[in-house]
Structure formats: C-alpha cells, structure tokens
C-alpha cells in the first residue's frame, strides 16, 4: 500500500492547484490525476450527474491503483463526496471540511465568508460545514464566476482582475469578516489579488493547502505514507491534452509532462479491461 499512488481527479483544470499543495507537502508521493475535461464545467450539472462523473472518475483512479483519493474539486466535494465515501474501499477526502475548519480556527469576529462558483454556492456545503464545527459562527456566501476565465485566460496580474475583484469583494468588507475561504480550486492563483483587495487582517483560506495537510495526516494514521519514494505525477484527460498542457503548466509554474487521453470514461468498460 505504501508504494501506490495518490489518487485525484477535478472537473478541469483547477484541481491542480490542490496538486501542487500536495506535492509541497508530500514531494515523495506519486499522484495520478484526472481531469474530466470534456465534461467540465461541472457547476451547471445536476447534482445526479455530477455523482455520476465523479463515481466514474473514482473507479477509473482505482483500476490504476491508488491508496487514497482526493476529491479536488469544490463542487464534487459538495454533491459526490459522501456517496464516494460510502462506495470506495480507500480513503476519500474533499476540499470543503479542510477549508472550513480553518476558517473557523481563523475567525476571532465569528464572521465568515466563502466564495466559490454558482454551484458550489448554491449546495451551501460550506456553511453546512462551518455550522457543524462552530454554529455561532456568521457565514457571508457569494458566487465570482468570472475568477475562472480570468484564471484560465493568465489574466491574474492584469487590472481587470482586481476591478471584477474589488466588485465582488466590497460585500465582504462591508460585512467585517475576518476569514476568506477561496471555494473554488481556482481562485489560489488570484490569491495576491484576493489579498490585496480584502487587505492583510483577513486570513485568506487555501482549501488545497489544508486538503493537502489532511492527505498527510490520514496516510500517517493509516501507516501508508511512501517515506522514500521518488514522487512523480502522471495525468489523464478526457478533452484536449494540449489545452491542459498550456493552461496547467501555467497553475503548476512547471512544465506538465505525462499526459494521457482518455476517449471515454465509461467505468464499465474500465472494469472489463482491468
């Protein structure tokens, strides 16, 4: 078990923002990740397609051999992780409780706000979270679609970014709070703009940094931490490599190698073959 890979998948792209976390964190691991890139964006799907997606996406990860699954994407998070949980043999984490919790540990006012896409928003996952840890806690919620083209266009130092920034935020400020969650696995590479906008009181949260912490501390419990592997990661997609390859490469700072298409991700005939 120590020497299988960790096992990731998102809608897109965006998911690799929590992978770079984990490399940081974990640099002796292996991951194997996926992006469902011809079926995102995941944010308009019902909540029966996007368990769908992501069951398929799971079970894929496991023909290929993997000793934890990380959920790296908020809105699967949000309407998949549970049913994930209930039908894998492995471990099965998600973004939104890693996030939450350290929202609430980063709240001295008791006033919280999330921001994330239209769906992950509308789930109200991470209120139901944070009201679990800590319900006196005052929850401020609002969707910023246009983070993501931003991202995806490599706008993020661009003015434009900080204008639809300071119109989305000015809620925020107005509300006083004192804990920021980026919802969506995006918005890290706006995390300068984020900052400078809200100013630096606000504790700005990295859902994948925290993810990243509970990967470790569940492999260490579980006594499956690789402690001399060489680390590494191999990516499939189901849409456009090339795509992938300019755009992650741009999340990741580094060149993306390894990268498989997948002309389907029908995981009956993953089950046939494996």
Sequence with gaps: ??????????????????????????????????????????????????????????????????????????????????????????????????????????????????????????????????????????????????????VEEGLEKDMIAELIAKKYLEDFKKADIDALVMGCTHYPILEDVIRKVMGKKIAIINTGRETAKDVKETLEKRDILNPRGRGGCNFFVTDSPDTFKEIGSHFLGENIRNIKFLKSLDYKDFLLSS
Excluded: W
């Design 1 to 150: 078990m120590k020497n299988l890979s960790i096992g990731m998948f998102d809608s897109g792209i965006g998911g690799l923002t929590v992978l770079k976390e984990v490399r940081a964190l974990l640099p002796q691991e292996h991951i194997l990740y996926l992006g469902d890139t011809a079926r995102v964006p995941y944010g308009n799907k019902s909540p029966q397609t996007i368990t769908k997606y992501a069951l398929e996406s799971a079970i894929f990860l496991l023909t290929k051999g993997v000793k934890i699954l990380v959920v790296a994407c908020n809105t699967s998070s949000a309407l998949a992780l549970d049913v994930l949980q209930k039908k894998l043999p492995i471990p099965v984490l998600g973004v939104i409780d890693p996030g939450a919790r350290e929202a609430v540990r980063n709240t001295a006012k008791k006033r919280v706000g999330i921001i994330g896409t239209k769906a992950t928003i509308k789930s109200g996952a991470y209120e139901k979270t944070i009201m679990k840890y800590a319900p006196e806690v005052s929850v401020l919620s609002k969707p910023c679609p246009l983070f993501v083209p931003i």
